[in-house]
């Protein structure tokens, strides 16, 4: 169950990323005419412009970092969640070992096996 949640998690981050990307384009396309635009305005409307386009910048590199972020915690909650199940598997394995060693004991004792 636990599996199923991580790998939708991780496949909407992945999207999410791609969809970053995709839009890498057009932020920079918005940059680049801001910029173009400053040259031409003096004043306040240039100090309101380029604020905006400082803004645009820390927000773009904020939603960048975040998504980083949020994909390492996912890959790293998945690679505990392998580990665990690991863990689990070896666990049952050794009951199962115990349980069988201890059904032959008995049943050796019993038969004289």
């Given at each position: 169950?636990?599996?199923?949640?991580?790998?939708?998690?991780?496949?909407?981050m992945q999207t999410?990323?791609?969809?970053?990307?995709?839009?890498?384009?057009?932020?920079?396309?918005?940059?680049?005419?801001?910029?173009?635009?400053?040259?031409?305005?003096?004043?306040?409307?240039?100090?309101?412009?380029?604020?905006?386009?400082?803004?645009?910048?820390?927000?773009?590199?904020?939603?960048?970092?975040?998504?980083?972020?949020?994909?390492?915690?996912?890959?790293?909650?998945?690679?505990?969640?392998?580990?665990?199940?690991?863990?689990?598997?070896?666990?049952?394995?050794r009951y199962c070992?115990?349980?069988?060693?201890?059904?032959?004991?008995?049943y050796s004792h019993?038969?004289?096996?």
């Open positions: 169950m636990y599996t199923c949640l991580l790998v939708l998690c991780v496949t909407d999410l990323q791609k969809q970053l990307g995709a839009r890498l384009t057009n932020k920079n396309a918005v940059s680049k005419a801001g910029k173009l635009l400053m040259k031409s305005k003096t004043g306040e409307d240039r100090a309101v412009l380029k604020k905006k386009l400082v803004d645009l910048d820390r927000e773009w590199d904020k939603a960048c970092s975040v998504s980083v972020d949020r994909q390492d915690k996912l890959e790293n909650a998945y690679q505990e969640l392998a580990e665990f199940r690991y863990i689990r598997l070896l666990c049952s394995v070992s115990q349980l069988l060693y201890n059904i032959i004991q008995l019993q038969f004289g096996f």
